[in-house]
């Protein structure tokens, strides 16, 4: 830049260019180079330094060296010598930096964002905590809704399908609506073929979308930042909630996990300028209207109760009201906490918490109920009885009388039992169908009962931990008693 400035000035004032070349020792054809061109000179590399480097044949290794294992360029260098690498330990810090400068270029983009009620971002991460006297992994399920950064938080034993659909659920019904979009990673539990070829979502994952009418997305292959609005609030949980937290159980930890949601919603947001919680005012208005009921579809857990009143699931057996012997009813583990139990129509039936242990039966006597042989007591009384809860069946009192001469107060006494655990009017109608066809004795009148009636379990209490449930729906757990295998052989006398 220099001479060419001297050049320029000297050629103005006269000077010719033979002078001008003697007197900055250049040549003649360099001068008239300089007068010729418009502008400034400008700097290029020489061939040398633009040439193909020794070390653009291992790209592939240094970019997974840097930025999946973290190593250092000295560390880089020592592993790739080891296998044979040429080229000089400046020229890898050289090459190294032109792939980072690469990178950055690339990762320059566009800020989106998305309008109330248009998308949200799942994903979950594992940490190990300590519950009660032991250290456990758990996996903590985060769902964020992108235009108000209002979220939730819940937490698993497991990261299994079960527990993620129901992950989604308690967000939806946190949130109170549903955004349009989910966007989520391409993990097994949602997709099926990630291939983006070939792509495929998992089956049970769009039936469960698609009762909730939620447009399923999934983010592009080493594009993190699509989904970025969902893994800060990781890390701000990991530094603030995670890190020296220690919980009395796992009851404990979903309650303090749910006021930090709370508190972090009220928390400012640098993204938006302002609380969650406030955006949020302004989105929920644009919340798909929640379906009046869970989404309980469980196919794949579907089992039937033996003769003993137990199933089994996940290597224990669990107890199930007796009314349930022989039938099929539905099972799912929740948030690999605990074993829920539908009928068929999809009402709660029992809970029990998990062991740790496998090849355990866990019993609740209260399933039982009912069961036991009722006290002995006259005929007359049993009469008596029967016309109290059922008044105006006297024709089926007569009849059974007829029908069943030698086991009467067997089969009545056992229909009187039936109404301990079934409605008095569901009864009644099982009633009304043993008139109608013509058939009399217990049997038959358990067996409609079993067939078109759900039992009236009356043993739960509602509790906090699942307040967001539906009215009707069990919410809470009795205390289980666990005991060795053979012991329920000798159960139901």
Same mark, same amino acid.
């Given at each position: 830049?220099?001479?060419?400035?001297?050049?320029?000035?000297?050629?103005?004032?006269?000077?010719?260019?033979?002078?001008?070349?003697?007197?900055?020792?250049?040549?003649? &054809?360099?001068?008239?180079?300089?007068?010729?061109?418009?502008?400034?000179?400008?700097? !290029?590399?020489?061939?040398?330094?633009?040439?193909?480097?020794?070390?653009?044949?291992? !790209?592939?290794?240094?970019?997974?060296?840097?930025? &999946?294992?973290?190593?250092?360029?000295?560390?880089?260098?020592?592993?790739?010598?080891?296998?044979?690498?040429?080229?000089?330990?400046?020229?890898?810090?050289?090459?190294?930096?032109?792939?980072?400068?690469?990178?950055?270029?690339?990762?320059?983009?566009?800020?989106?964002?998305?309008?109330?009620?248009?998308?949200?971002?799942?994903?979950?991460?594992?940490?190990?905590?300590?519950?009660?006297?032991?250290?456990?992994?758990?996996?903590?399920?985060?769902?964020?809704?992108?235009?108000?950064?209002?979220?939730?938080?819940?937490?698993? +034993?497991?990261?299994?399908?079960?527990?993620?659909?129901?992950?989604?659920?308690?967000?939806?019904?946190?949130?109170?609506?549903?955004?349009?979009?989910?966007?989520?990673?391409?993990?097994?539990?949602?997709?099926?073929?990630?291939?983006?070829?070939? +792509?495929?979502?998992?089956?049970?994952?769009?039936?469960?979308?698609?009762?909730?009418?939620?447009?399923?997305?999934?983010?592009?292959?080493?594009?993190? +930042?699509?989904?970025?609005?969902? %893994?800060?609030?990781?890390?701000?949980?990991?530094?603030?909630?995670?890190?020296?937290?220690?919980?009395?159980? +796992?009851?404990?930890?979903?309650?303090?996990?749910?006021?930090?949601? /709370?508190?972090?919603?009220?928390?400012?947001?640098?993204?938006? &300028?302002?609380?969650?919680?406030?955006?949020?005012? %302004?989105? !929920? !208005?644009?919340?798909?209207?929640?379906?009046?009921?869970?989404?309980?579809?469980?196919?794949?857990?579907?089992?039937?109760?033996?003769?003993?009143?137990?199933?089994?699931? *996940?290597?224990?057996?669990?107890?199930?009201?007796?009314?349930?012997?022989?039938?099929?009813?539905?099972?799912?583990?929740?948030?690999?906490?605990?074993?829920?139990?539908?009928?068929?129509?999809?009402?709660?039936?029992?809970?029990?918490?998990?062991?740790?242990?496998?090849?355990?039966?866990?019993?609740?006597? @209260?399933?039982?109920?009912?069961?036991?042989?009722?006290?002995?007591?006259?005929?007359?009384?049993?009469?008596?009885?029967?016309?109290?809860?059922?008044? *105006?069946? @006297?024709?089926?009192? %007569?009849?059974?009388?007829?029908?069943?001469?030698?086991?009467?107060?067997?089969?009545?006494?056992?229909?009187?039992?039936?109404?301990?655990?079934?409605?008095?009017?569901?009864?009644?109608?099982?009633? /009304?169908?043993?008139?109608?066809?013509?058939?009399?004795?217990?049997?038959?009148?358990?067996?409609?009962?079993?067939? &078109?009636?759900?039992?009236?379990?009356?043993?739960?209490?509602?509790?906090?931990?699942?307040?967001?449930? /539906?009215?009707?729906?069990?919410?809470?757990?009795?205390?289980?008693?666990?005991?060795?295998?053979?012991?329920?052989?000798?159960?139901?006398?």
């Amino acid at each position: 830049m220099d001479v060419w400035t001297t050049i320029k000035v000297l050629y103005n004032r006269g000077v010719s260019i033979r002078q001008i070349a003697k007197q900055l020792k250049i040549s003649r &054809n360099t001068v008239r180079k300089y007068l010729n061109k418009e502008g400034p000179p400008r700097y !290029k590399k020489s061939a040398r330094y633009g040439s193909k480097s020794k070390w653009e044949g291992w !790209k592939k290794e240094i970019i997974e060296m840097y930025y &999946n294992k973290k190593f250092v360029g000295s560390r880089i260098f020592e592993e790739l010598k080891k296998r044979g690498a040429e080229g000089s330990r400046t020229g890898l810090y050289t090459y190294l930096k032109r792939i980072k400068q690469e990178d950055i270029s690339g990762r320059i983009r566009e800020r989106y964002e998305t309008g109330p009620g248009d998308q949200a971002q799942f994903d979950w991460s594992p940490y190990t905590v300590r519950i009660g006297s032991e250290y456990r992994k758990i996996y903590v399920f985060c769902i964020i809704l992108s235009f108000s950064r209002f979220k939730y938080y819940v937490a698993s +034993f497991d990261k299994t399908q079960q527990s993620v659909f129901l992950a989604i659920e308690r967000a939806f019904r946190y949130f109170g609506g549903v955004p349009r979009r989910l966007l989520m990673d391409n993990a097994k539990q949602m997709v099926e073929e990630p291939n983006p070829r070939i +792509f495929r979502w998992n089956r049970k994952f769009l039936e469960f979308l698609g009762y909730y009418g939620v447009e399923p997305n999934v983010h592009g292959i080493r594009r993190p +930042f699509t989904k970025g609005k969902v %893994e800060e609030p990781f890390s701000y949980l990991e530094n603030h909630f995670i890190k020296g937290g220690e919980f009395k159980d +796992f009851d404990d930890l979903l309650g303090k996990l749910q006021e930090f949601t /709370d508190n972090y919603n009220r928390r400012h947001n640098l993204g938006i &300028n302002t609380t969650p919680a406030a955006r949020f005012e %302004e989105e !929920k !208005k644009h919340l798909v209207v929640l379906p009046r009921s869970y989404f309980v579809s469980m196919k794949e857990e579907w089992r039937k109760v033996n003769y003993d009143c137990l199933l089994s699931y *996940g290597g224990n057996k669990y107890s199930v009201p007796f009314g349930y012997a022989s039938k099929h009813v539905w099972v799912r583990s929740y948030l690999g906490y605990k074993v829920q139990i539908f009928s068929q129509s999809g009402k709660i039936i029992a809970e029990h918490l998990i062991p740790r242990i496998k090849g355990q039966v866990i019993i609740k006597d @209260e399933h039982y109920r009912g069961l036991r042989r009722y006290n002995p007591t006259s005929i007359p009384r049993l009469r008596s009885r029967f016309l109290e809860l059922f008044p *105006g069946y @006297e024709e089926f009192l %007569e009849k059974l009388a007829v029908q069943k001469k030698a086991s009467f107060r067997h089969h009545l006494g056992r229909i009187i039992a039936l109404t301990e655990i079934y409605k008095r009017e569901d009864v009644a109608r099982a009633l /009304d169908s043993a008139l109608e066809y013509n058939v009399f004795n217990h049997d038959y009148v358990f067996a409609y009962l079993t067939s &078109n009636c759900d039992i009236e379990y009356r043993p739960f209490e509602q509790g906090s931990l699942f307040k967001d449930w /539906d009215e009707g729906t069990i919410k809470s757990l009795n205390k289980d008693v666990r005991r060795d295998l053979g012991v329920y052989e000798s159960v139901g006398g």
